[in-house]
């Protein structure tokens, strides 16, 4: 079911609706508002908008180094299994010899 969440981002209103978590909402819309304060007060003359993109462009870069670093953790996991296949096999081989 739909709840609409009222989130408040500098000083503007924002209602939303969601089937997720309302209060997961609602801290995400601290964390940004707190976000866009902190840009603003190192660029006063930069407007509302600037300092949603300047936000975006963080947490965006953010995300794709996440990504990048789980590729490589799902990589080296699958190092990690792979020998562990290896190991088996030979376990298994020597079990035979007997």
């Known amino acids: 079911?739909?709840?609409?969440?009222?989130?408040?981002?500098?000083?503007?209103?924002?209602?939303?609706?969601?089937?997720?978590?309302?209060?997961?909402l609602e801290a995400l819309g601290k964390i940004l508002d707190e976000k866009l304060a902190e840009i603003q007060s190192n660029a006063p003359m930069a407007s509302v908008t600037q300092c949603a993109v300047f936000a975006c462009l963080e947490?965006?870069?953010?995300?794709?180094?996440?990504?990048?670093?789980?590729?490589?953790?799902?990589?080296?996991?699958?190092?990690?299994?792979?020998?562990?296949?290896?190991?088996?096999e030979e376990i298994n081989k020597l079990k035979g010899m007997n």
């Open 1 to 24: 079911m739909q709840e609409k969440v009222k989130l408040t981002i500098r000083n503007s209103d924002y209602y939303i609706n969601t089937d997720g978590d309302k209060n997961e």
């Open 59 to 88: 947490y965006m870069d953010r995300i794709t180094k996440l990504e990048r670093e789980i590729s490589g953790l799902k990589s080296q996991i699958k190092g990690y299994h792979n020998s562990i296949l290896r190991a088996n």
